[in-house]
């Protein structure tokens, strides 16, 4: 186990440690440990914290983690929308020219290049909205290695830990977002954009519908969802929580990397559906969660790759 690790199996029932060390197994014949009436010693000076105790504390640390990310997804939703809002124009015709997604009706003309504020614009755009449409489905975990952080190290304080698990999370979702920025760049220079930043070109959408399909049928998706559906199981094989900074930006980076690896294909349909088509956004940012959160997440993603499959080869029809 890591220097500076805690496993994340004290005191959860059917679970025991191997002598050999690495990955813990579960025990055949649990014997489950009964805190009734049992205190857990705290830091020096400081009563010893009881069953109940610890209980309370959890709680708390879950309602302030839900709470912190319940606030981060709203705003970035509440950004979502207003710049989409912007977009809108309010049914204005736009032809000849392309809106910039800055909330404050900045326009330029169709075929002018990029400037540095406007790549900054929209990589701003695609980082919050990556936050908003991950934030949720990214919970779990991100509440499990609280839970996890103070279970065994009830003598410590779990949040500073799990807020830089949670930075280097989305920190893999902020460098997605640079390459979608770059990839957009590169689209709408061939002209394949229209001004509500969908595609233009059947051919484009349908090629990205069947690659999106076809990806959510491969073992790679399998392997990535599997690690974004079981949170516990991901601390079992990468050495439970870790209390250095290093450490929990570390295993925050490894999950939003399994993270990106399952969903990235998915984010690619937001140059089908358009980048700033709100429903759209939400149909996705549900479809995630699905896949994630629910016991037949693999099937759903299989349908969604099926449904993926067919709609691309409509689009391809000449």
Not at 246 to 262: P, S
Request: include cysteine; proline fraction near 6%; hydrophobic fraction near 50%.
């Amino acid at each position: 186990m890591p220097p500076g690790s805690t496993s994340p199996y004290k005191g959860e029932v059917g679970l025991r440690s191997n002598p050999g060390g690495g990955l813990l197994d579960h025990d055949p014949h649990p014997n489950p440990p009964t805190f009734r009436g049992r205190e857990r010693t705290g830091r020096a000076g400081f009563a010893p914290m009881t069953d109940s105790t610890l209980e309370a504390v959890l709680r708390r640390d879950r309602l302030i983690v839900a709470g912190a990310l319940a606030t981060i997804a709203a705003l970035a939703w509440a950004y979502v929308l207003w710049l989409a809002a912007d977009m809108d124009m309010g049914g204005m015709d736009m032809t000849g020219f392309r809106m910039i997604p800055a909330g404050i009706g900045i326009m330029a003309p169709a075929n002018a290049p990029w400037t540095a504020i406007e790549f900054a614009f929209v990589f701003a755009m695609w980082t919050v909205m990556m936050v908003g449409m991950m934030a949720p489905s990214a919970a779990p975990m991100i509440l499990m290695y609280a839970r996890v952080g103070r279970r065994g190290r009830s003598d410590g304080n779990p949040l500073g830990p799990t807020g830089w698990f949670a930075a280097g999370y989305f920190a893999v979702w902020i460098g997605f977002s640079f390459v979608a920025t770059i990839a957009q760049w590169g689209i709408e220079r061939a002209g394949l954009l229209d001004d509500r930043m969908a595609s233009a070109s059947r051919v484009l959408g349908g090629i990205i519908l069947i690659a999106a399909g076809v990806y959510q049928w491969t073992p790679l998706k399998d392997i990535c969802l599997a690690q974004c559906q079981t949170p516990l199981g991901f601390l079992m094989r990468y050495g439970g929580f870790r209390s250095d900074v290093a450490g929990c930006l570390l295993m925050g980076l490894r999950h939003g990397a399994y993270c990106v690896g399952c969903c990235w294909v998915l984010m690619a349909l937001l140059f089908v559906g358009g980048v700033m088509n709100v429903l759209w956004i939400a149909l996705l940012a549900l479809l995630v969660l699905l896949e994630k959160l629910t016991p037949i997440g693999r099937w759903i993603a299989r349908a969604a790759g099926v449904a993926c499959i067919l709609a691309g080869a409509w689009l391809l029809q000449p």
